[in-house]
């Protein structure tokens, strides 16, 4: 594991968006899964930049979202469908059935994650996932105690999380109880990991995903275990100091 901790959240974006571009260079038919919430917004950017300056392609390129949100419309602007058309697949060349995110509003939950799956599988597996740190210490809504042996799956979101996602909604009962999110087993089968992490409350978290215990409790610690992980910390907002 590679931890590579950023003067600010900018530089952490950029180098972020230097990696997964090098990644898609290097295979332009790249097989790339991708997170959501204010972390990844720069590396974003960043990525769309690199793209209208005719540095990047993203015509071969399939993706897989981590996770949704159960019951919100994928035009909802709470989405993380809008959030990634908003951010990224509106602004590239990505071709629209190579993008893969979890419907939230499926009629059958399990199949549609079964399905997922499937199509990761069709794919030849993930090249390399992105991934951001939650401050409970999960990853995509992998929460604390999730089975390791998971796959894409339905999860009853815990209050702690509802809480940090309630500042992207009006009110309290908005925030969704439930999600569909890839499991534990399918983010660790991914060839390289990419963790971002911003936040001036999750320095805590990734003390203990990097240098604690692996355990369920914090199951971010299951990435002690894969062999290709680098973690982009930006010092600035977390306050982390390694061990």
């Known amino acids: 594991m590679e931890v590579i901790v950023t003067e600010n959240y900018q530089q952490m974006s950029q180098r972020a968006a230097r990696i997964v571009a090098k990644a898609i260079l290097a295979k332009p038919s790249l097989v790339l899964g991708l997170a959501t919430g204010d972390t990844p917004r720069g590396m974003y950017r960043c ?3 690199f793209y209208q300056e005719g540095l990047l392609d993203f015509s071969q390129v399939t993706t897989f979202n981590l996770d949704e949100y159960v019951g919100l419309d994928p035009y909802d602007s709470h989405s993380y469908h809008f959030y990634m ?10 071709r629209p059935e190579n993008v893969h995110i979890l419907l939230g509003i499926a009629s059958d939950l ?19 996932q992105v991934l951001g740190l939650g401050e409970n210490g999960h990853i995509g809504f992998n929460e604390p ?8 799956h339905l999860v009853k979101l815990t209050e702690e999380t509802r809480k940090a996602n309630s500042r992207f909604f009006s009110s309290w009962e908005e925030v969704p109880e439930k ?7 399918t983010i660790m089968q991914a060839d390289r990991i990419l963790l971002l992490v911003s936040g001036k409350n999750k320095g805590a978290a990734l003390r203990e995903a990097l240098f604690g215990p692996v355990t ?10 894969h062999p290709q992980v680098m973690v982009l910390v930006d010092q600035g907002t977390t306050q982390f100091e390694g061990s």
């Open 216 to 225: 369920p409790r914090v199951p971010a610690s299951v990435l002690q275990l």
């Open 179 to 185: 999600a569909l999110t890839m499991g534990i087993k």
């Open 47 to 49: 990525l769309v930049s």
């Open 85 to 94: 058309q908003e951010e990224l697949m509106g602004k590239i060349n990505i």
């Open 110 to 128: 399990l199949e549609e994650c079964c399905q997922f799956e499937q199509s990761i599988e069709r794919s030849g597996g993930i090249d390399l």
């Open 145 to 152: 105690g999730a089975d390791w042996g998971s796959v894409t």
